[in-house]
Structures are given as structure tokens and as C-alpha cells.
């Protein structure tokens, strides 16, 4: 109560799932037609909400094995993903088949992108990879599965990134389309040290000769006749 905006409820131990509802519309904050709950991931809440187009997850940790498409029920609805600070990885398929996915926003406390984590994502149009993320797994983006196994196809998905960071090297490495934030270091000009002047004054060397040999004589022995 008197609380302009509602970021978070606390539910007793050994509570399951919760919803809400009936939230009102603010002039700055977008109205809600439902809000998910709250679920353990690796032994810490994740709070999560979807309000038909978008879903918006709130942990301090990983997010581990979650399938985002089972839990808001209808894949097809979602839109746009959020992920708000304190999230440190994404783990394997976490938001794989999510097909209609087009907005992604990933935060700045984020080190880790495992294996397939968007896999199949193929409306994705644009993401940035966190400078802060250490390792992009395999197949993370840009590729989808099927009978003949994976396959890349990043239809018009663009990676922003920042150079030499693990998104850079892995948009690099699978040639997915990209954009640096920040501007490629330009490399230092190799500096040639001038030859030495000789200081004004010294005598020169003198040059060096060397002596031309002695024509041999030969001497003949002639015999009187």
C-alpha cells in the first residue's frame, strides 16, 4: 500500500507458484494482463512475469534448466525477454524455441552463455552481448535443430558486441552479422630509430690500401753459339 510501483513479493517457504492480477495501468509503467510467480532454480527464486507479449525474469545466480516456453505455456506469445541484473548464466536450451522472439535484453552481471541457450530463436532481429559474458557455448545463437541435426540460420538476427570479448569471437568464429560498440584499437606505428650522425669534428677514417704485387721476371740462360 502506497507503493507506486509493485517490484517484488516475498512468499513463505514451501510456496509453490503464485499469480496476480487486477494490476493497474500507471502513465509510466506498462499494464500487466497477468503476472507469473516465483520458482526455485539451483536452490535460489527466480521471480518471473508475462504479460502476454513479454517475460521478464528477476534471479541472483544462474538460470538453470529453464524452459521458458513451458512455463508461460504458449511459445508463440512471447515477444520480448528481459533478464534484470543479479542473472550470472544462461544455461543449456534455457530459451530454446522461443521462434517468435524478437527483442532480447540481457544484463550487465551476465559471465555465462551456455550451449543451444537460444536455440531455434530464429525471429531474434537484434542482441547485445554483455562485454561482461566470459564464455558464448556452442549453437547459443544463430542456429536451429532438426532431422539433419544442426544447422546455422541466423536469418536477420544482427549480434552487437564489443571487440576481443567472447561475443565478438563467437559472432566472429560462426560469421553471424554484427555491429562493435566500441571502435577497433588501431595498432601502434613501428618506430625505426634514425642512424647515427657522426659527430661534426671527428676525423674521418682513413681509407685502407692495400699494396699491388710485384710483377715476377722470369730469366732466361742463353748459351753462346
Known amino acids: 500500500k502506497g507503493q507506486k510501483y509493485l517490484i517484488r513479493i516475498s512468499a513463505p517457504s514451501g510456496t509453490g507458484s503464485c499469480k496476480l492480477s487486477l494490476m493497474k495501468k500507471d502513465s509510466s509503467y506498462e499494464n500487466w494482463k497477468s503476472a507469473g510467480g516465483v520458482f526455485t532454480s539451483n536452490g535460489s527464486p527466480v521471480y518471473w512475469a508475462f504479460d502476454g507479449r513479454t517475460v521478464e525474469l528477476d534471479c541472483q545466480g544462474a538460470l538453470n534448466n529453464i524452459m521458458v516456453g513451458n ?14 541484473e543479479g542473472c550470472t548464466a544462461i544455461t543449456s536450451f534455457c530459451f530454446s524455441d522461443l521462434q517468435c522472439l524478437e527483442e532480447v535484453s540481457l544484463p ?16 531474434i532481429s537484434e542482441i547485445t552481448i554483455p562485454k561482461s559474458v566470459k564464455s558464448v557455448g556452442k549453437y ?49 606505428p613501428t618506430i625505426i630509430p634514425p642512424s647515427p650522425v657522426p659527430t661534426q669534428g671527428a676525423a674521418k677514417p682513413k681509407p685502407t690500401v692495400t699494396p699491388k704485387p710485384e710483377p715476377t721476371q722470369t730469366v732466361t740462360d742463353r748459351k753462346s753459339t
Request: contains cysteine; aromatic residues 12%; charged residues 20%.
Open 108 to 123: 550487465a552481471s551476465l559471465t555465462a552463455i551456455e550451449e543451444s541457450a537460444f536455440l531455434n530463436c530464429v525471429s
Open 71 to 84: 512455463l508461460v505455456g504458449d511459445s508463440a506469445k512471447v515477444r520480448k525477454l528481459v533478464i534484470h
Open 140 to 188: 547459443a545463437f544463430g542456429y536451429v535443430y532438426n532431422s539433419s541435426g544442426y544447422e546455422k540460420k541466423s536469418g536477420k538476427m544482427l549480434i552487437k558486441c564489443w571487440y576481443g570479448t567472447a561475443g565478438y569471437n563467437y559472432v566472429v568464429k560462426e560469421g553471424i552479422p554484427y555491429k562493435l560498440i566500441d571502435k577497433v584499437p588501431t595498432p601502434k
